[in-house]
């Protein structure tokens, strides 16, 4: 592997580099490289083999990707928000999977502790989350509840110096692999609360999710809680209300909005090598008219994906980004990815869904990413009530 | 200790290759910039001196348009305490290297060693580290694969040679210039990254060196003609061609 050479080239049609800061651009290139050192040799592997590169943790940890945007002085970088969307843009190059990783350990972990959390809770465990010395993990789908998570079944009861946490969570991304878990559960006047539960408390079990055709270099479990003794200074003591993990959410979608353009641009770049050195009918297949109309598409989408996830970046920095934006953006950026993934796919003809290209692999993991952190159709009613005023959700 | 690191940008390693301007200038639109990869393992060693030792402050200089100053960034995210820009894009080594020792002079700096990479990527000079040592009376060791700096003050070398290596042994203040394995070039974390925007950064005028060279034109290499195949029976074919096309026999 030492021999491996990462032909990738970066797109900027719109010259959107002109847009960034030296630091956004320092960021991005340190990633990268990263990315093209150690993550694109192995992952293919990894992925055939359905397993999480665990080795990975502390050179993640060691490049400052998780929690960027954290303060210093509880282990984070301090960088701001389009810095961390460079960071997922090229973890996700990579592969969606080692960019959730990165995402659920920044925006669903460390994100809520350093939100709703206690001073004692945040010195605790910021600093070892940012190290990779803990993995976490955030529990708010059920079995019976993904888009509505309104409706959760996991009950938080007071039992005078403890809660008593029972329930169940799933799809949850580290999940098997946890050491700690930020977990949502409706107190018993039934208000979301969120609780830091540590992998070896008492009847919480956690399970693998096998078989998965989607993100399978990456860990995704199922937590099961059963009379959980859960200490009171675990719980997070500014969450109060559906609206804090929420917001958890709104942090991570604003991370996939720009995750997604590097899997994007990684296929497209794929595409059109491929299609310059292919020949058929005794011509380069990129002559052909068809195949140059995806890629002019492809482009466009890429270049439009950038253009939002930029703007969207500089309205969370300045703190006025509605969640509504963030879902415009996710709900774009995902569906035009996975476009641009198939087709890829279909430029590359069979070649496109081995291994020895990453095309497959990033338009299977996208399939997940569309569906995960809100549905596209959760998005789109989002943003049909924010243009109506109507709720079509109930 | 003080140590001063030149660095020049260069196209990335996997990027296209054309030109503008009726074929005087390369073509950069589009293209990414990186340190030129000697002048990183360059860069990295003077990091590791600064590692191992205490009192190491570490100079980091490109003689370049803003366009380098992502990179110099750069330099400062994974270490190097200060970042010096002469402002101008130069045409050859004469006039990078005569910008960098005025400004060494007109700044006041004694630099006990100054290290950059045996040659840029893209025009593969290799002359910058020989310039700057003639012009400030330094020694001056090319392509150096292994350096250590010895209790007495002295420097243990080993260079690359054709076929080979030599160990040689020298004194401060010394000009280096670095070939790969000099030292393992570090990324920039997100911490060193952060840390790097209040460390002095400087943009300097040039002097007015005058390059001694004018670059005319770049060309590229001709295309290789497609290969063509003929099938071993059909040795009549081969004859054919050999005779009447390529006029060999």
Not at chain 1, 24 to 30: G, Q
Not at chain 1, 72 to 100: F, K, N, V, W
Not at chain 1, 312 to 340: C, D, F, W
Not at chain 2, 116 to 141: D, R
Request: aromatic share 8%; proline share 5%.
């Amino acid at each position: 592997m030492a021999d491996f050479v990462d032909l990738y080239q970066y797109h900027d049609y719109y010259a959107v580099d002109d847009l960034l800061s030296d630091e956004h651009k320092v960021v991005r290139d340190s990633v990268r490289r990263w990315v093209s050192q150690k993550v694109k040799p192995i992952i293919e592997e990894y992925a055939q083999k359905a397993e999480f590169p665990k080795h990975l943790i502390p050179e993640l940890a060691q490049l400052g990707a998780l929690g960027p945007t954290i303060p210093p002085e509880y282990g984070g970088a301090g960088l701001d928000y389009i810095s961390y969307g460079m960071i997922t843009m090229e973890l996700e190059r990579g592969d969606s999977g080692i960019r959730s990783f990165a995402s659920v350990q920044s925006s669903l972990v460390m994100f809520p502790i350093f939100k709703y959390g206690s001073e004692e809770q945040k010195r605790k465990y910021l600093p070892k989350l940012a190290k990779g010395e803990l993995i976490g993990c955030f529990g708010l789908t059920e079995p019976n509840h993904g888009s509505d998570p309104g409706s959760m079944e996991s009950r938080l009861e007071d039992n005078g110096d403890h809660y008593v946490l029972n329930g169940s969570k799933m799809w949850i991304t580290n999940g098997s692999i946890c050491d700690i878990a930020v977990v949502w559960a409706k107190d018993e006047s039934g208000i979301v609360r969120g609780v830091i539960l540590e992998k070896d408390m008492e009847g919480f079990q956690r399970f693998p999710i096998h078989n998965k055709w989607s993100l399978r270099a990456s860990d995704t479990g199922e937590l099961v809680f059963d009379n959980v003794k859960v200490p009171k200074e675990n719980v997070l003591p500014l969450a109060e209300g559906l609206r804090a993990p929420l917001s958890c959410l709104t942090q991570a979608r604003y991370g996939i909005a720009w995750g997604v353009i590097g899997a994007a641009m990684e296929c497209f770049d794929t595409a059109v090598r491929y299609s310059k050195e292919r020949k058929q009918f005794g011509r380069p297949i990129g002559s052909f008219q068809l195949i140059q109309a995806k890629l002019a598409d492809m482009l466009t989408e890429i270049t439009k994906m950038q253009l939002i996830a930029w703007r969207l970046g500089t309205l969370m920095n300045e703190g006025k980004a509605r969640p509504q934006q963030v879902s415009l953006a996710k709900r774009n950026n995902v569906y035009h990815a996975l476009q641009i993934a198939r087709d890829s796919r279909q430029i590359l003809g069979a070649m496109g869904i081995t291994g020895d290209y990453p095309i497959m692999r990033h338009m299977m993991n996208l399939e997940s990413v569309i569906t995960y952190e809100g549905t596209h159709e959760i998005h789109t009613l989002v943003l049909g009530q924010d243009i109506t005023g109507f709720n079509a959700f109930k | 200790m003080k140590i001063l690191v030149a660095i020049a940008r260069t196209p990335d390693t996997t990027a296209p290759i054309d030109f503008v301007d009726d074929g005087r200038k390369y073509k950069e639109e589009g293209v990414q910039f990186i340190i030129n990869p000697y002048d990183e393992f360059a860069l990295a060693k003077a990091m590791d001196i600064k590692d191992e030792r205490q009192d190491v402050e570490v100079t980091v200089i490109s003689v370049d348009s803003n366009k380098a100053d992502q990179l110099l960034r750069k330099a400062l995210a994974v270490g190097a305490d200060k970042a010096v820009r002469i402002d101008i894009e130069p045409e050859d080594a004469w006039q990078t290297a005569g910008e960098i020792v005025e400004w060494i002079k007109k700044s006041g700096e004694q630099f006990d060693l100054i290290f950059t990479g045996k040659e840029t990527i893209n025009y593969n000079g290799g002359l910058v580290g020989g310039y700057i040592a003639s012009l400030l009376g330094y020694t001056y060791v090319p392509e150096t694969y292994k350096l250590s700096i010895m209790d007495d003050g002295k420097l243990d070398i080993v260079r690359e040679i054709e076929g080979g290596k030599v160990y040689l042994k020298t004194t401060m203040p010394a000009v280096i210039t670095a070939v790969e394995y000099l030292a393992e070039p570090r990324l920039p974390s997100m911490r060193g990254i952060m840390q790097a925007r209040t460390k002095p950064f400087s943009v300097e005028q040039p002097t007015g060196i005058e390059p001694l060279t004018t670059t005319v034109k770049h060309y590229l290499p001709p295309q290789r003609k497609e290969c063509k195949l003929i099938d071993p029976e059909n040795i009549e074919e081969l004859v054919e061609i050999l005779h009447k096309e390529i006029k060999v026999i």
